[in-house]
């Protein structure tokens, strides 16, 4: 569901945004711009994966049960992580 992957990709933007700015703290400019440039992608990927579920859902109460979902997938994602 691409609501799960926007999840997911905001997750990722979310943690590389942190990275990146405490790089800069530490002065470490060339990983703080790497972070920089991972944060950018994982949030176009989100922004992607958002537009495609504004074609598949239709009504307020679909997003909100679809929002819901994806979030308690996540979070479980997150408790559970598979192991490889």
Known sequence: ??????????????HDTQVSFDC????DI????THAITAR???DAAEAALRIALTEIKTPEEAER???EA???????MSHPSRP
Do not use: F, P, V
């Open 66 to 68: 679809a929002g819901e």
């Open 24 to 27: 800069i703290g530490l002065g």
């Open 1 to 14: 569901m691409s609501l799960d992957e926007a999840a997911r990709q905001l997750e990722l933007a979310a």
């Open 30 to 33: 060339e990983r703080a711009h």
């Open 41 to 43: 992608a994982a949030a």
């Open 71 to 77: 979030m308690r997938r996540l979070q479980q994602e």
